[in-house]
């Protein structure tokens, strides 16, 4: 099926694979999946207490380390071939709009992360990078028009989380440009599913709206309240196709220290999220608007072509509706 | 004369100021500046080992710490009540445009050090950024328009150095929008005089088009190499008046967390800067022109409107004309 160069494809099975910020969402999806195609030497890196991991996988080297410290980080690229670096201080608007210093302190550990790698001899080092990247000045519509990756210059990013994200794939294509180290750099748009945060105040959209349509069920309070008018848009991508996009892009030659869109190109409202969500929960829920609330940008959508053409077709095309694959209903018209 | 708030007429004489990079030009012209007002308490940081400073002042207490740890950065802090952040890996354009990597590592110093100096209780923080956080499509001609402050964004910077200085401005501005720290942001047009660095690949143009001018006087070869066509223009300031400019722009709560100017706003062409010097030297050069060497941007001149208005108008006057005023002959037409 997938005729792109993946993990699976290029590594021995005992190659070992570190993935940071792996007690957290979607690293720790990134893990299960390497684990899942039976790679026996994955080494998996976050900050929290292993306890408090999301999800912690059989088998696999789990290490509480701080990823701002030096030293840490050349613990955790020890024999390393390959890097997932996933790591960050961050979280959805609510979070982002209010801890800018912390958002920029991730500054740290990638700055940590890509040297240590470098020097352990890795052969490959994949950055997470963010829509919010992006110019938000070219975001104040919710009818945008789709981000294509080059939109991100003349930059003028998400204050704080976003400028760091922009300078982290800078060091990417430096690294590769200045010391041969292959990197890969996803842009990723709005990722859902299983594990997800969902409280505790760094908790995105999807994973908020749904816990707020399960409270009302549990009090029979059937109100919700959403941040901004409802109207600002985004596009959301299925953990699943996250991941395999994250390993198609990291072993795509054509892609090295190239800044590539990862998400679905299919927008949705928030207003329409909330109504998908309280169809599946079969209630009706009252909708109260709070004006004040971060909200972000007005719209956002992820282009597709690029990494179209630089995937093959059909997996391309995978990537592109993934929402609407087999994880639930169409979320648009 | 100068009637804007200043070290002199705000602190104490006895309170400590620490000033990083002090083993390098201005920093170290710094350092002195300070201790020629009386300040019996400053702390001087510089990465190289002590022989290896540029100017050492008696009774300033002096130490060798890397700053990319934040472990020194905390060493550095304590007990100040200002802090003067000017410790960067850089050069001119030779240096800049090599070593990208160390230009943007130049982080980890910013970001421990504005952490540490909050920690450190400090009150007031100063950051010294640099013309080349512009954007760099606006000077794409010799004869461009000068640079005013809003013309970093849509940011487009110098590929490296700018883009960290940029992203270390931001963390003065988030520092005081989230924790009231009182920060300054100066972004340096090219600085010259006494202990600027005029050899070993991280000297500017002055300084090296002066030491080739000198190299031809003693060897009797009266031949110069030029890097690009000479046709480049900048504007150049005498070290005084970045001191000063810089004392000036810290103490002034009009300018908190807000990048300001600080050059001259008199054009100069290196072919016009060559014929200086050759002038000053006595000697007729012949030039040539190395088209494949570094050059940087193809023009660049500061605006001044913004630091006239905000500093005493007299003073404000003085750093507009600062190269002419009484450090050398007019370098213009």
Redesign the interface.
């Known amino acids: 099926m997938n005729s792109n160069p993946t993990a699976a494809t290029l590594l021995n099975r005992d190659d070992l694979i570190v993935v940071t910020g792996a007690g957290g969402f979607i690293a720790g999806a990134l893990v299960k999946y390497f684990a899942d195609q039976g790679f026996t030497r994955i080494r998996a890196v976050d900050k929290k207490p292993l306890r408090q991991w999301y999800q912690r996988v059989p088998g696999v080297e789990s290490l509480s380390l701080d990823l701002s410290?030096?030293d840490n980080c050349k613990r955790a690229c020890e024999g390393a071939v390959e890097v997932y670096n996933l790591a960050a201080d961050m979280g959805g608007m609510g979070f982002i709009e209010r801890?800018?210093?912390e958002c920029?302190?991730s500054?740290?550990i990638n700055?940590h992360m890509i040297?240590a790698a470098y020097r352990a001899g890795a052969e490959r080092y994949f950055f997470s990078s963010s829509a919010c990247a992006y110019?938000t000045?070219l975001q104040k519509d919710p009818n945008v028009r789709a981000l294509k990756e080059s939109d991100a210059?003349?930059?003028?990013a998400e204050?704080?989380y976003g400028?760091?994200k922009?300078?982290s794939e800078?060091?990417c294509q430096?690294?590769w440009?200045?010391?041969g180290l292959k990197t890969a750099i996803a842009r990723f748009h709005n990722v859902y599913g299983p594990f997800g945060t969902w409280d505790g105040g760094r908790e995105k959209a999807p994973a908020a709206l749904c816990r707020k349509a399960i409270e009302a069920q549990e009090t029979g309070q059937y109100e919700i309240t959403i941040w901004g008018d409802g109207h600002q848009t985004r596009s959301f991508m299925y953990i699943d196709d996250c991941t395999l996009g994250i390993d198609m892009i990291m072993h795509c030659d054509d892609l090295i220290a190239t800044p590539i869109n990862l998400g679905s190109s299919e927008l949705v409202s928030i207003n329409e999220l909330v109504s998908l969500i309280a169809e599946i929960a079969g209630i009706e829920l009252e909708r109260k608007y709070d004006l004040d609330a971060p909200r972000g940008v007005a719209g956002r959508n992820s282009d597709n072509t690029f990494i179209g053409f630089n995937l093959n077709a059909s997996i391309g095309d995978v990537l592109t509706d993934c929402v609407c694959r087999n994880h639930g209903p169409n979320l648009g018209t």
């Open positions: 410290y030096r801890f800018r210093i920029l302190r500054i740290l700055t040297e110019n000045e210059y003349p930059a003028m204050r704080g400028w760091e922009l300078m800078m060091f430096e690294y440009a200045e010391r």
